[in-house]
């Protein structure tokens, strides 16, 4: 299973908790998962 990454200030940053689980729509296969945990306390976005 792969964990997705988020671009975020010019790096690549993965998730932090199990984020949510994204499925092939014909098997039913779980592929990877996705999420923005952790990403609140890591990095300050311009306003």
Do not use: C, V
Not at 12 to 28: E, F, K, M, R, S
Request: hydrophobic share 35%.
């Amino acid at each position: 299973m792969h964990k997705l990454s988020n671009f975020t200030l010019n790096s690549w940053l993965p998730h932090l908790g199990p984020g949510a689980p994204l499925y092939n729509a014909i098997t039913g296969d779980l592929l990877a998962t996705a999420g923005i945990e952790g990403h609140q306390n890591r990095t300050k976005l311009p306003s």
